[in-house]
């Protein structure tokens, strides 16, 4: 799913908890995705407790973070996305931790034919890493972090024979079947 509310129910019109979600037979839901912050207008304090409602349904929770081009261009990457990544993060079980996946998503290059270059992925991607490690001890060393500011066939070998980059999180790419295989290709 690409959302689920932090509530398990009540009068929340609109909006799909977790019990709903695994009725339907969902395993994973995507938490924190630049629209719902940039779009929808989704605090951090918001994206935390949605991702504790999901993993405490027993669902995997993949937790989106990433800079926009102003925070970008201010020197803010790192201070962003760690305060995205500990925001939801902190306190977290090691059960819990085993759950998630951590999806970078510059918001600059969602949509916009802009990518990040391997090597400014390979930064972000570590430095989330290492916060991880810092706040989860192996538990968080081990979190899969996934790059994704459109990754397409052209970039997606260079960008996932980096270190700190475990796969993708696939947007439009996902939407032409010779161009998503062309990403599964780059992946084994």
């Given at each position: 799913?690409?959302?689920a509310y932090f509530e398990p129910s009540g009068a929340f019109t609109g909006e799909v908890s977790t019990a709903m979600l695994r009725d339907v037979g969902v395993r994973c839901v995507i938490i924190g995705h630049s629209e719902r912050r940039h779009v929808i207008g989704e605090t951090d304090g918001l994206t935390a407790r949605k991702v504790r409602a999901?993993?405490?349904a027993g669902l995997s929770c993949i937790l989106c973070v990433g800079e926009t081009?102003?925070?970008r261009k201010a020197g803010r990457l790192d201070e962003v996305n760690?305060?995205?990544t500990r925001s939801a993060v902190e306190g977290l079980s090691a059960e819990h931790v085993a759950r998630l996946t951590i999806a970078y998503e510059p918001v600059w290059a969602i949509g916009t034919g802009l990518t990040a270059t391997p090597a400014d992925a390979q930064e972000a991607h570590a430095m989330i890493r290492a916060a991880m490690a810092e706040m989860q001890g192996e538990a968080g060393r081990a979190v899969r972090?996934?790059?994704?500011?459109?990754?397409?066939?052209?970039?997606a070998k260079e960008l996932m024979a980096q270190p700190d980059i475990d796969?993708?999180?696939i947007g439009g790419a996902s939407l032409k079947a010779e161009d998503f295989m062309s990403i599964v290709r780059a992946a084994l």
């Open positions: 799913a690409q959302d999901v993993l405490n081009m102003e925070e760690l305060r995205q972090i996934l790059y994704g500011g459109s990754m397409k066939p052209d970039n796969g993708g999180l």
